[in-house]
Nanobody
Framework: VQLQASGGGLVQAGDSLRLSCAAS????????MGWFRQGPGREREFVAH????????YHSHSVRGRFTISRDSARNTVYLQMNSLKPEDTAVYYC????????????????????WGQGTQVTVSS
């Protein structure tokens, strides 16, 4: 599956952005999806995860209550709605996919995901 992330930009603290990740090449419904981010000089960090059905969602502690992951199967797209942005949210944001085949995996670990988008830059000024 090929992933194309978009929607990043330069915003001020308190603003909102919605990131999109368009999937192509394979059946979108066969994949669980995740968002990660990597700030300057930092390791890639888990942000959010959503299962193939959209019924189960998980958000990291640092974004819970501000960010929301969702998916639109008709558009083969997963979204990350980001509200109340903070300067510490500044990072390159990546979407990723892992096949939903019933195998157990750690959804918060980057190594669990086989497919990655190219990343989109989010910069939040204070």
């Amino acid at each position: 599956v090929q992933l194309q992330a978009s929607g990043g930009g330069l915003v001020q603290a308190g603003d909102s952005l919605r990131l999109s990740c368009a999937a192509s090449g394979r059946t979108f419904g066969n994949y669980n999806m995740g968002w990660f981010r990597q700030g300057p000089g930092r390791e890639r960090e888990f942000v959010a995860h959503i299962t193939w059905s959209g019924h189960n969602r998980y958000h990291s502690h640092s974004v819970r209550g501000r960010f929301t992951i969702s998916r639109d199967s008709a558009r083969n797209t997963v979204y990350l709605q980001m509200n109340s942005l903070k300067p510490e949210d500044t990072a390159v944001y990546y979407c990723a996919a892992v096949q939903a085949n019933g195998d157990r995996y750690d959804y918060s670990h980057p190594g669990s995901y086989a497919y990655w988008g190219q990343g989109t830059q989010v910069t939040v000024s204070s």
